[in-house]
Nanobody, 120 residues
Framework: VQLVESGGGLVQPGGSLRLSCTTSGFTFSSSDMSWYRQAPGKERELVAVMTAGGGSTNYADSVKGRFTISRDNAKNTVYLQMNSLKPEDTAVYYC??????????????WGQGTQVTVSS
C-alpha cells in the first residue's frame, strides 16, 4: 500500500492550495479517505473525510466552508482544496486510507505527509 501526498508549500494568508494524494495497493473505491494535519507541538487532527462512495463528507469545524475534499476513483486519488488559508492552517498534512482487511476489520494507512506553511 502506498499513499503519496503532493501540492504542499508556502502560501500567503488568504491564498489557496490543492493537495493531492495518489494511492496504490488497495481497493481505493471501497475505502474511506481522509486528510489529517499535525502542527508543531500539537496532536494530529482530522481535517476532512469522504466515504468510499463519495456520498458523505465531514470536516473539522475550523475548516468548514474553506476546505473541500474530493476523490477520483478512476485515478485512485483524493484531493483537498484549501481556500482562504490562515496562518493557523500551517501543519504537515497527511492522507489516510481506511481499508477493510476482512469483514468488520479495518486497517488505517498513512502517507508521508506534505508541509503547508501559511505566512506573509
Amino acid at each position: 500500500v502506498q499513499l503519496v501526498e503532493s501540492g504542499g508549500g508556502l502560501v500567503q494568508p488568504g491564498g489557496s492550495l490543492r493537495l493531492s494524494c495518489t494511492t496504490s495497493g488497495f481497493t481505493f473505491s471501497s475505502s474511506d479517505m481522509s486528510w489529517y494535519r499535525q502542527a508543531p507541538g500539537k496532536e494530529r487532527e482530522l481535517v476532512a473525510v469522504m466515504t468510499a462512495g463519495g456520498g458523505s463528507t465531514n470536516y473539522a469545524d475550523s475548516v468548514k466552508g474553506r476546505f473541500t475534499i474530493s476523490r477520483d476513483n478512476a485515478k485512485n486519488t483524493v484531493y483537498l482544496q484549501m481556500n482562504s488559508l490562515k496562518p493557523e492552517d500551517t501543519a504537515v498534512y497527511y492522507c489516510s486510507a481506511r481499508v477493510m482487511v476482512i469483514a468488520t476489520l479495518y486497517h488505517r494507512y498513512w502517507g508521508q505527509g506534505t508541509q503547508v506553511t501559511v505566512s506573509s
